[in-house]
């Protein structure tokens, strides 16, 4: 589904990501894990084509990423308030991003539907534009945004980052059912190594822009990564 | 902590990127200010002549003194909005344990270190020391000077009152000027007599210094009003509530459904406009592009065809240009949203082309009644109409693609008013000059209304290939879109 070659990215010459080779399976659930500045989102902004790589080449289903945008239309994601429109309001902004992939206002209701447990009755029919809600919500939207296009991958940088206890349950669960039904690859980072391996079959823990583990997640991967990162 | 203030202040303005990314736009607004300055002295050197010119049988004091009620009621105006308020963002400061007072003083002295205190003095100056001193006295001439002193300092906080509370109504700064020509006119009637009253104030002051305390009691209260405006606007509350006002009902505008998608990304351009303070205040600034043919017109003396070009330019785009320029920087706050997202970006730029086209199109249509003037400058104006609805808007945007500077457009708070300035200005220079260039030739062969011609020509052609200058724009976008969204990332 997703293949890395030789992939490195630098800042003002400074390596800041190095991965010479990868391979993501369909189906996969991919965790990302490590340090502040280690590259997990430098990592994700060059699959998402946002930076361009000095080096090396992601390839979506076959296709480099750089090269064509046909792998946008199967692909989800969220990094950052960044992708929001902020002077919107959630429901514009979910219409938007519907409108540009071509799916009507009724697919978006449908959609929204399901997510009134995820959204807690604070995002929908608010009467407030994205600026104005909480860091939490915000990401809500962004999250829920992402998965408007029923998309094969999905990419979500920090996701359960500033979320209540109970989102961050409801959206482990939603992941897993996303996995077990839908059959989706993921690829999310997180800095809570609980929540990564409990959603993650495959853990990789970035280090100063390397891979140094590549771990299929069972009953022991928590402690081997607590221990990992314990100073 | 003034100390502190200070050096943050400082460190925020070295450190913006604005300075070291143009060291070119510097240098033409370093040099455009030279330019300005020396003429402002010229003409403090030269009014009395000028005055006694136009008044044989009066004093320069006198008259220069009669017209000064109505040069701070237009500095008002100009001020307004000209000025950028100084900003400081008060968030990072208010946990602290610094006295708001503190703050607001030091909000308070920063707006009165501004260039519109400094340019009247440029005037004054020569004009006291060749004048004042020489036919009057010295002590006269301080006492005056005081005054001016004074009531600079009084406008320079009088506006900064009056912009933090209207800058969404600049309805009632329109009535003011409004209020300020019909004064005017009376006087030149002689119904009213305020320029009478404006000399025997300011002659009265200058002989009677003690009265002085007058002007300057007037300055305490302004600085007052000041202070207490702000210090009841000082905590997160209130710029919370003011973020949360209600949501406009732009979305239920259905006319734009039946265009699909590109119609979705149209209203999102208007929203972006008209939800953000900052994009919002070229909708208010754009009566002032449609009204610069009336300084121009009537004037006889500014008939040239070339000044005709210009301001044809001027206000059959000055819309477009305000929009063109900011056209990706205002999405800044999004812009990995756009990018990553499944956006066609030949859509995305139709979107803001049909904006662009709009605004010229309505420009155009308003500025038909000038043909009161003649029908040259009805031609004129279809001409650059042509011009910049063809060719200049393609032409913004294929430069658009060079915007590399973050905008916040969300922080409408009360104490966010960066960039509504006039520097932004020099950058498009160069598109206003590129028509006159194509005219000159022409010109200097001695065919000038063929250059006219050739203006509109290009226009039309243009407009004529507009699907592949639009890919040529599309393409340029898509190079460089990892640069501006680097450069957008950057705080």
Redesign the interface.
Request: proline share 0%.
């Given at each position: 589904m997703i293949e890395v070659k030789n992939l490195a990215k630098a800042y003002n010459g400074t390596i800041v990501l190095n991965i010479p080779e990868l391979k993501i399976e369909k189906g996969e659930s991919f965790g990302l894990v490590g340090n502040n500045g280690a590259g997990k989102t430098t990592f994700f902004r060059l699959i998402?084509?946002?930076?361009?790589a000095n080096k090396g080449e992601i390839y979506s289903q076959g296709i480099d990423v750089k090269k064509t945008?046909d792998w946008?239309?199967y692909t989800g994601?969220y990094?950052?308030e960044?992708?929001?429109?902020?002077?919107?309001?959630p429901?514009?902004y979910f219409?938007?991003?519907a409108?540009?992939?071509?799916l009507s206002k009724g697919d978006v209701k449908k959609f929204l539907d399901q997510f009134g447990d995820f959204f807690n009755g604070e995002i929908l029919g608010k009467?407030?534009?994205i600026?104005?809600l909480s860091r939490g919500n915000k990401q809500k939207v962004g999250i829920a945004a992402s998965l408007i296009?029923d998309p094969e991958i999905l990419v979500l940088d920090e996701p359960f980052a500033s979320l209540d206890p109970s989102t961050q349950i409801r959206l482990k669960n939603l992941l897993k059912q996303l996995q077990q039904e839908k059959n989706v690859t993921m690829l999310i980072s997180s800095h809570d190594l609980n929540h990564v391996t409990e959603v993650c079959e495959r853990i990789v823990v970035l280090d100063k822009g390397n891979m140094i583990h590549d771990i299929k997640t069972s009953s022991d991967t928590l402690q081997e990564l607590e221990s990992y990162f314990a100073v | 902590m003034f100390k502190w203030l200070l050096s943050h202040q400082w460190k925020e303005m070295t450190r913006s990127n604005f300075w070291q990314k143009s060291l070119v736009i510097n240098f033409i607004i370093g040099f455009l200010l030279l330019i300005m300055f020396s003429y402002l002295v010229l003409l403090g050197l030269f009014i009395d002549e000028i005055l006694i010119d136009i008044y044989p049988d009066g004093d320069p004091f006198i008259i220069f003194n009669s017209g000064l009620l109505y040069y701070l009621g237009i500095d008002l105006f100009v001020r307004f909005f000209l000025y950028s308020l100084p900003v400081i963002n008060i968030e990072s400061y208010l946990h602290l344990p610094v006295k708001k007072s503190k703050i607001i003083n030091f909000i308070l002295l920063k707006s009165s270190l501004n260039i519109f205190n400094v340019l009247p003095l440029l005037v004054f100056i020569p004009f006291i020391f060749k004048v004042i001193v020489v036919d009057y006295s010295g002590s006269i001439a301080f006492s005056w000077i005081i005054v001016m002193l004074i009531l600079i300092l009084n406008n320079s906080f009088l506006l900064h009152y009056l912009k933090r509370r209207f800058i969404d109504k600049p309805a009632i700064i329109g009535i003011f000027a409004l209020i300020i020509v019909v004064t005017m006119v009376l006087d030149k009637f002689d119904i009213i007599a305020l320029s009478d009253l404006s000399s025997q104030i300011f002659v009265f002051l200058s002989n009677n210094p003690f009265y002085i305390i007058i002007p300057f009691l007037i300055l305490i209260l302004v600085y007052g009003i000041n202070y207490s405006y702000l210090k009841s606007r000082m905590t997160i509350e209130d710029i919370n509530v003011k973020k949360q006002k209600k949501i406009d009902s732009l979305s239920r505008i259905k006319y734009f459904d039946s265009f699909g998608d590109l119609g979705e990304m149209i209203l999102l351009e208007i929203k972006l406009i008209w939800r953000n303070k900052r994009s919002r205040s070229i909708i208010n600034m754009s009566p002032l592009f449609l009204l610069y043919g009336l300084l121009f017109y009537p004037n006889e003396d500014m008939q040239g065809l070339g000044f005709l070009i210009f301001v044809g330019i001027f206000m059959t785009g000055g819309i477009m240009f305000n929009y063109g320029q900011y056209m990706l920087s205002w999405e800044s706050n999004y812009f990995d949203g756009i990018i990553a997202n499944n956006i066609d970006f030949q859509k995305h730029f139709r979107a803001k082309y049909i904006m662009i086209i709009s605004t010229v199109i309505i420009s155009y249509i308003l500025t038909i009644p000038y043909v009161y003037f003649g029908t040259k400058v009805l031609i004129i104006n279809t001409a650059t109409f042509l011009f910049n609805l063809g060719f200049l808007s393609f032409l913004l945007m294929y430069f658009s693609s060079s915007s590399r500077k973050r905008m916040d457009m969300s922080k409408s708070s009360v104490f966010n008013y960066q960039g509504l300035g006039a520097s932004n200005w020099i950058m498009i220079l160069p598109f206003f000059l590129l028509p006159i260039l194509i005219w000159v030739p022409f010109n200097l062969l001695g065919i000038p209304h063929w250059g006219i011609g050739a203006i509109g020509f290009i226009g039309i052609v243009s407009l004529a290939f507009h699907k592949s200058l639009m890919k040529i724009v599309v393409k340029r976008f898509e190079e460089k879109k990892h640069l501006i969204a680097e450069g957008f990332r950057e705080l």
């Open positions: 998402l084509d946002l930076i361009k945008t946008k239309s994601s990094i950052d960044g992708f929001l429109i902020d002077f919107l309001t429901e514009e219409d938007f991003i409108s540009v992939n071509n009467k407030k534009y600026r104005e296009t | -």
